[in-house]
């Protein structure tokens, strides 16, 4: 079992930028997929990036409503996952999760059914 806490969240105007962390502790090496989902109110949970955070991977994969926008990286050294947002909308408004695999399935996707472990969230507000 992974646990996940994220912060970085906050209130921004149009067009500026956050950076959301995701400190991971617990059975991480056995979890190696890292994802940001956001859910806005009334709304299902939207995968919006993923990344695999093994030394030799790397690859990651976007929604395509934060792509070129939003980077998400990983930094091995002390198991954060970062969520980089530049351009914001007020559409990217709403509560924003981080999520690991589950234990030793293969999860590149932005499925939030392929993700066993969960953050508590940490809201996002975009002002226009």
């Known amino acids: 079992q992974v646990q996940l806490v994220e912060s970085g969240g906050g209130s921004v105007q149009a067009g500026g930028s956050l950076t959301l962390s995701c400190a991971a502790s617990?059975?991480?090496?056995?979890?190696?997929?890292r994802a940001w989902f956001r859910q806005a109110a009334g709304k299902e949970r939207e995968g919006l990036a993923v990344?695999?955070?093994?030394?030799?991977?790397?690859?990651?994969l976007y929604a395509d409503s934060v792509k070129g926008r939003f980077t998400i990286s990983h930094d091995n050294s002390n198991m954060t996952t970062y969520l980089q947002m530049n351009s914001l909308k007020p559409e990217d408004t709403g509560m924003y999760y981080c999520?690991?695999?589950?234990?030793?399935?293969?999860?590149?996707?932005?499925?939030?059914?392929?993700?066993?472990?969960w953050g508590q969230g940490t809201q996002v507000t975009v002002s226009s």
């Open positions: 990344i695999h955070t093994t030394p030799s991977g790397g690859s990651t």
């Open positions: 617990g059975y991480t090496y056995s979890s190696p997929f």
């Open positions: 999520a690991a695999s589950w234990t030793w399935i293969y999860s590149f996707s932005l499925k939030a059914s392929d993700f066993g472990s």
